[in-house]
């Protein structure tokens, strides 16, 4: 079956199969948070993107290969709930924006924008963007053979960006980031994986980008 990226809390994953990685999307409960079990299809090496919530079923996701790395894209709590047990329990590294990374529960190393995460012969690289909260990240996976794939926490959803709180400052921030880190860099055809709900591409959002500068979230 095709990867559709529709998934609800109870029920099964989504699997996609790339040219380098393996994407898992999951949904959890209780405030229907994505996560994301990245592989690399030739190490099996495996990366886990939020361990939100359920600990118990993102262990059995990842399953006897382990984690080698947890990447929390940031401090809101429904993103980290299940971090400290699947990552005591897994020995992987722990990794966040250090300006997000002292209200998470464990972090064993910081990343800032421009770094690379290695998933076995995968590699993810981190966009900065600020607004939703100040640590906020974006990771950006380019397919050798395909398009990209981008996974964007709570800073981009189909629609519009994350919530800032009516915060203007903020919301100016996060889609100034937005539109001139993604949306100006990354042709539409780019896939992107929120952190919460359904997928989509870069494309089908851009028309947007005017209407949603406007009215101020």
Same mark, same amino acid.
């Given at each position: 079956?095709?990867?559709?990226?529709?998934?609800?809390?109870?029920?099964?994953?989504?699997?996609?199969?790339?040219?380098?990685?393996?994407?898992?999307?999951?949904?959890?409960?209780?405030?229907?948070?994505? =996560?994301?079990?990245? /592989?690399?299809?030739?190490?099996?090496?495996?990366?886990?993107?939020?361990?939100?919530?359920?600990?118990?079923?993102?262990?059995?996701?990842? $399953? !006897?290969?382990?984690?080698?790395?947890?990447?929390?894209?940031?401090?809101?709590?429904?993103?980290?709930?299940?971090?400290?047990?699947?990552?005591?329990?897994?020995?992987?590294?722990?990794?966040?924006? !250090?300006?997000?990374?002292?209200?998470?529960?464990?972090?064993?190393?910081?990343?800032?924008? $421009?770094?690379?995460?290695?998933?076995?012969?995968?590699?993810?690289?981190?966009?900065?963007?600020?607004?939703?909260?100040?640590?906020?990240? =974006?990771?950006?996976?380019?397919?050798?053979?395909?398009?990209?794939?981008?996974?964007?926490?709570?800073?981009?959803? !189909?629609?519009?960006?994350?919530?800032? /709180?009516?915060?203007?400052?903020?919301?100016?921030?996060?889609?100034?980031?937005?539109?001139?880190? &993604?949306?100006? /860099?990354?042709?539409?055809?780019?896939?992107?994986?929120?952190?919460?709900? /359904?997928?989509?591409? &870069?494309? =089908?959002?851009?028309? =947007?980008? !005017?209407?949603?500068?406007?009215?101020?979230?």
């Amino acid at each position: 079956m095709s990867y559709s990226g529709d998934v609800t809390v109870g029920g099964p994953p989504d699997t996609r199969e790339l040219t380098t990685l393996t994407i898992t999307k999951v949904a959890v409960g209780p405030m229907d948070n994505n =996560a994301y079990l990245l /592989r690399c299809r030739r190490t099996g090496e495996q990366l886990l993107i939020d361990a939100a919530n359920e600990a118990p079923r993102l262990l059995e996701l990842a $399953g !006897p290969a382990g984690l080698a790395t947890v990447v929390t894209t940031h401090q809101h709590m429904d993103h980290w709930v299940a971090l400290e047990e699947v990552v005591t329990t897994t020995g992987a590294a722990s990794l966040a924006h !250090p300006a997000d990374a002292d209200g998470l529960p464990l972090v064993t190393a910081t990343v800032a924008d $421009g770094d690379r995460i290695t998933v076995g012969d995968g590699e993810l690289e981190v966009v900065h963007l600020v607004g939703h909260t100040p640590g906020s990240i =974006a990771l950006l996976h380019r397919d050798p053979d395909g398009v990209a794939h981008l996974f964007t926490g709570d800073s981009l959803f !189909p629609g519009g960006v994350g919530n800032t /709180r009516g915060d203007q400052r903020d919301f100016t921030s996060l889609i100034d980031d937005v539109e001139h880190k &993604l949306f100006d /860099r990354l042709p539409d055809d780019t896939w992107f994986y929120p952190g919460h709900g /359904r997928d989509s591409t &870069l494309g =089908a959002e851009r028309p =947007a980008l !005017p209407a949603w500068r406007a009215r101020g979230w």
